[in-house]
């Protein structure tokens, strides 16, 4: 928890444009583990001017050109692969999500289908899925929210709303977890709450669960 509570003051710090030095001094911890938490947020040249110091100005700018380097060479990579992948039909959207229902949808009731995630582009999938693939009616979708105690409801419902595009209308009292979101590491990808879409539909239900068995025998 100390080391949580370290990476969030840390994170805190850089936002308000403190080096890595200034970090270290005002925390005790490494810059190695400095540059582990803090390799996605380089400052800007402004700021780096700002400081002054000939030797930490070297290291930002080597971090900013790192990070440049890296995202142009995520661009190609993403090129590649949506020339290698193209456009899904029908068939592979069906079979794409049938899979991933299989890993993180619920399998245990013969009336509904279910499926919760934290990734609002995996569930922007799964309602594409549903939809697209399934044939399934937004209307016929009931949303759950599950968030921590010091979140705002009506943000982050409004967030999610908007991001699937459904109706906040559709979106069921949430739960709400007694921890707080402030607790938890950055990167543990619960920065939105999770997400739960749930539709009762026995046929559905039905076809997805033998789409699963028909898969795990080939």
């Not at 456009?87 to 245990?108: C, M, N, P, Q, V």
């Amino acid at each position: 928890m100390a080391r949580i509570k370290d990476k969030s003051k840390a994170i805190e710090l850089r936002k308000k444009g403190m080096s890595y030095s200034q970090i270290k001094a005002e925390l005790g911890i490494g810059k190695s583990t400095l540059s582990d938490w803090l390799c996605d947020m380089p400052l800007s040249e402004e700021r780096i001017n700002e400081l002054g110091a000939r030797n930490p100005m070297r290291i930002e700018r080597y971090r900013n050109t790192m990070k440049n380097k890296r995202e142009s060479r995520w661009r190609e990579v993403y090129k590649k692969v949506a020339k290698n992948i193209g456009k899904l039909s029908k068939r592979e959207l069906y079979i794409a999500g049938l899979f991933l229902y299989w890993g993180e949808g619920g399998k245990t009731e013969r009336f509904s289908l279910s499926f919760s995630n934290t990734d609002p582009d995996m569930m922007v999938f799964m309602v594409k899925w549903m939809t697209k693939g399934l044939g399934i009616k937004k209307e016929d979708m009931h949303i759950k929210m599950h968030l921590y105690k010091d979140m705002n409801i009506d943000v982050f419902e409004s967030f999610w709303a908007k991001k699937l595009s459904l109706s906040r209308k559709m979106f069921e009292k949430p739960y709400i977890k007694d921890s707080k979101l402030v607790d938890l590491s950055y990167k543990n990808g619960f920065g939105k709450g999770t997400c739960n879409i749930r539709v009762f539909n026995r046929d559905k239900t039905e076809y997805i669960i033998q789409g699963l068995k028909y898969i795990s025998k080939i």
